[in-house]
């Protein structure tokens, strides 16, 4: 490209069985001191009505992921998914997990072939505290006597209600502020830990409660997940990595929960890029 001149990068993005949220990055090389621009490229997916798109185990689903998105803490929520039996023989759905947080319903728990369902799960937050819940339910599925293992998420985020709150503490809420929107890893080593450390400003003039902070990928550690900051204060929290040649995906979503009444969730993307030999 001569000086002056402009180009155009083209991104193809194939949406085909991706239903939902994907964040992706690019990475373009120059000649300019072998720098590099990094590209984020993010977008939701949505799913073809009428179409199973997932799967749980065997069982076509119409998805393999209850998010119940934000429940008030001291309520409950009921979601609902339909699975449907494709394999052309008669199959037995037998729950293998429990929590005191959810009860999961499945009907009926015998699918004929061509045969759809329900899973029901309704979630109580009375067991709960406050902050992200993620979960994977268990189930197995009994086919010709063969057993086979089927997985569903549930995803949730127990929040405050802040419809509650007295005239004064409307008044004068905690305010959350980060001197970041996005966090960026760069380039990391495998089998090396990597350590950042990430700030929390407290622009309010009541007490910042950080009910916990979580991330998407299970590869990551957080210390501490939760804390306390007084008006006009910073709290500091440490994001852990130690990826591996074989496991170096290292891209997630990192959620902050708290009793911001303005911000009570807030989403960070992380990226990066494992500097593989």
């Not at 949220?21 to 939701?44: A, V």
């Not at 015998?110 to 329900?118: A, V």
Request: charged share 25%.
């Amino acid at each position: 490209m001569k000086p002056g001149q402009t180009g155009t990068i083209s991104v193809q993005f194939d949406s085909n069985n991706r239903p939902g949220d994907f964040h992706k990055s690019m990475l373009i090389y120059t000649d300019i001191n072998d720098q590099f621009i990094r590209l984020i490229i993010e977008g939701y997916v949505i799913s073809t009505p009428g179409k199973f798109r997932n799967k749980i185990g065997s069982l076509d689903a119409s998805n393999n992921i209850i998010d119940f998105g934000d429940i008030f803490f001291g309520t409950t929520k009921n979601e609902t998914i339909t699975i449907f039996n494709s394999t052309g023989e008669t199959v037995h759905i037998i729950s293998l997990t429990k929590f005191d947080q959810i009860e999961l319903n499945v009907e009926p728990q015998i699918l004929k072939p061509g045969q759809s369902g329900e899973i029901t799960a309704e979630f109580s937050t009375l067991h709960s505290e406050m902050g992200k819940f993620i979960t994977v339910y268990d189930f197995e599925i009994i086919k010709k006597e063969e057993k086979y293992n089927g997985k569903l998420s549930i995803i949730a985020n127990i929040v405050e209600d802040f419809s509650i709150l007295t005239e004064w503490e409307s008044a004068n809420p905690p305010i959350i502020s980060t001197a970041f929107n996005k966090i960026d890893l760069g380039k990391i080593e495998p089998n090396k830990l990597t350590i950042k450390n990430l700030e929390i400003e407290n622009l309010g003039k009541r007490e910042l409660l950080i009910h916990n902070i979580t991330t998407t990928n299970s590869m990551y550690s957080i210390h501490p997940y939760k804390q306390k900051i007084k008006p006009g204060e910073k709290g500091t929290f440490q994001l852990s990595i130690k990826p591996t040649i074989k496991k170096n995906n290292i891209a997630s979503k990192l959620t902050i929960i708290s009793n911001d009444p303005v911000k009570s969730v807030i989403n960070f993307t992380i990226i990066g890029k494992v500097d593989l030999p």
